[in-house]
């Protein structure tokens, strides 16, 4: 399993090799986890695509795919010379595709943690650790 860290921060992008999903889909969920969470902010710069293969020892190829894929949804911003950021851009979504589209993730996870034997109330549980800092919305 390789480690490879953002910026020099607490943030760490880890690979699970026998998880069964994609490494470049591992990589963006990570990210896309990461600035959900607030570990990752906007401005925060990530590995280079070669520092990043070296350092997960993966081909180059995997991490551009990633990265390309994080931009193009306007997560990820590369700039020629400087490196890959955070985008600064907000991604705007009306009230009601945002409900649509966090309903629609929340049963895609509690199917996905059903079929491997977890519980909903296990899969609260994990969520919770991801965002220790954030307070419960009730």
């Given at each position: 399993m390789g480690r490879a860290s953002?910026?020099?921060q607490g943030f760490q992008l880890k690979l699970d090799l026998r998880s069964g999903v994609p490494v470049y889909r591992q990589l963006i969920d990570q990210v896309r986890t990461g600035v959900a969470a607030g570990t990752l902010t906007?401005?925060?710069?990530?590995?280079?695509?070669r520092q990043l293969a070296v350092d997960l020892a993966i081909n180059p190829n995997t991490v551009l795919r990633a990265y390309r894929e994080l931009e193009l949804g306007g997560m990820l911003e590369t700039h020629q010379g400087t490196g890959?950021?955070?985008s600064t851009r907000k991604i705007?979504?009306?009230n009601a595709e945002r409900d649509r589209q966090l309903a629609q993730l929340a049963n895609e996870f509690a199917a996905r943690a059903g079929a491997a034997g977890f519980t909903v109330e296990e899969l609260l549980d994990q969520m919770r650790e991801l965002a220790p800092q954030s307070k419960p919305r009730r």
């Open positions: 953002a910026n020099g906007a401005g925060d710069q990530l590995p280079t695509v890959t950021f955070i705007v979504k009306n």
